[in-house]
């Protein structure tokens, strides 16, 4: 079963940077797509980045150039660097991970099967 765990979100203030962790100890496909994702209250979960087996990457429009989304797969460990840190950043950061390979990271949020439990980042004006 894979069960990734994310860890470094917090409170900061605007313009604050943090940096989050995704590790996934058995999570060993390197080549596969992982992401991160986030939920702000009374909202619908929401794609922030992916990164797929080759290195490439995508942002949601919100993000780009503030956040960086990069992995380390010697240590099965996602990352998601977030500078220039807004207020509507607010939300629980997760995680996720398709079974299946697909060399386009999929939209579809379904398509990723496994995911932590989310970390909280909180940022105040």
């Known amino acids: 079963q894979v069960q990734p765990v994310e860890t470094g979100g917090g409170s900061v203030q605007t313009g604050g940077s943090l940096r989050l962790s995704c590790v996934a100890p058995?999570?060993?496909?390197?080549?596969?797509?992982m992401g991160w994702f986030r939920q702000a209250p009374g909202k619908e979960r929401e794609e922030v980045a992916t990164?797929?087996?080759?290195?490439?990457?995508t942002y949601a429009d919100s993000v780009k150039g503030r956040f960086t989304i990069s992995r380390d797969n010697a240590k099965n460990t996602l990352y998601l660097q977030m500078n220039s840190l807004k207020p509507e950043d607010t939300a629980m950061y997760y995680c996720?991970?398709?079974?299946?390979?697909?060399?386009?990271?999929?939209?579809?949020?379904?398509?990723?099967?496994?995911w932590g439990q989310g970390t909280q980042v909180t940022v105040s004006s």
């Open positions: 996720g991970a398709p079974a299946l390979f697909y060399r386009t990271c999929p939209s579809r949020q379904d398509s990723y099967n496994y």
């Open positions: 058995t999570y060993s496909y390197s080549s596969y797509c």
């Open positions: 990164i797929d087996g080759d290195g490439t990457t």
